[in-house]
């Protein structure tokens, strides 16, 4: 699956997208700040970098700018609760910044994942990575995003 490089200053964020993400069979390595993640062997070889936006030490812009500086740019998906706080809705600007995607905190489940089924829809999204697709799943179930 995905090498994923996993961005938070919060232990349980962290904790929880990491026992998610592993067990859907994905390789993350998680940093609880930009410098050390960027600083992480894993960075240079990662498919996907998930961040936070508001952290003490570097924020996701600026995660954003370092990553999409790159050769070989991974997937770029930002993530905050924070919009309040910063005075803005960060998300609606994020992929003008280069973010591929976004995602609204609390992240919250309203249903217990499950592998897709026969009837799932497949559908390919413009400008994502050969291979990627959306796997459309019954409602009240998650949808499950490769943009890998």
Known sequence: MARILLIDDDDGVRAVLSRVLTGAGHEVASHASGRAALAAPEAAA????????LMPDMDGVEIL????????????????????VLGMDFLAIAPALGADATIAKPIRAKAPHRPPS???????????????????????????????
């Open 46 to 53: 990662c498919d996907l970098v998930l961040t936070d936006v």
């Open 65 to 84: 700018r370092a990553f999409s500086k790159r050769a070989s740019r991974p997937r770029l998906v930002v993530m905050t609760g924070g919009s309040a």
């Open 118 to 148: 026969a009837n799932a829809r497949k559908k390919t999204v413009p400008g994502m990575a050969a291979g990627g697709s959306i796997i459309s799943m019954a409602p009240g179930r998650f949808c499950v995003v490769y943009v890998l």
